[in-house]
């Protein structure tokens, strides 16, 4: 108890140190009662902004959820455009596309897994490069959806993606010409998979928003 007394009054001088080096804050202590409640303050003050940096900390690292997140629902805007880079592998190689697209999550925060990165990569893609295409929503392509306000549904996406790669000359040199939506993977902007039981689902409901850059496999 002695400690925390000691601690209290070192904490009392320091703070009525500073608070008489400004003539303003020096008359917040001209009597016994304005003191207290001076100093009750700044330490509420000081206890809630530790509070909040902690707790909003918590929620951007994910080591806890927001405690309203059920009351005040998020409604998700909808995607405008978005930044396609599309490649093409054997369906035999799915299973290291899975590894690929795992290790790249992991590669954001250790570099020792890059060389196993680039080693998949060049195992697997067919195509020396991503191919870049940039995709557009327009009303059209959602006025017909349960919930237009939502936007594009992930199978739209499937569609225009697998629409545009048959222009390509890499789908006229393919001896498979049998190819469909079920063979056009989507990774959302986390390198997550989108799985084809989301074809319904809105792409701001896949983590998938407005100027992402997402990347898109074609199985042949």
Known sequence: MTTVIELLYE???????????????????????????????????IGLISYETIYWSGIYLNLWEYHAKDIFTE???????????????????????????????????????WNRLTQLSTEIFLLEKFVKYYFEFSPEDFEMNEEPELGSTIEH??????????????????????????????????NQLVPKAENNNYLSKCQIETGNVIDSVILV
Do not use: G, M, W
Not at 78 to 107: P, T
Not at 157 to 169: G, Q
């Open 157 to 190: 996406l499937r569609n225009k993606t697998l629409n545009i790669f048959k222009e390509s000359d890499a789908y006229k040199h393919l001896d498979n010409h049998s190819i469909t939506i079920d063979d056009v993977v989507i990774y959302n902007n986390k």
């Open 11 to 45: 904490f009392d001088q320091f703070l009525t140190t500073q608070l008489l080096k400004n003539s303003f804050t020096a008359d917040l202590l001209a009597t016994p009662a304005s003191k207290f409640i001076t100093e009750l303050l700044v330490i509420v003050s």
């Open 75 to 113: 409604i998700p805007i909808h995607c405008a455009h978005v930044h396609i880079r599309l490649n093409v592998i054997k369906k035999s190689d799915q299973d290291k596309l899975k590894e690929y697209y795992e290790l790249k999550q992991k590669s954001k925060y250790n570099v020792l897994y």
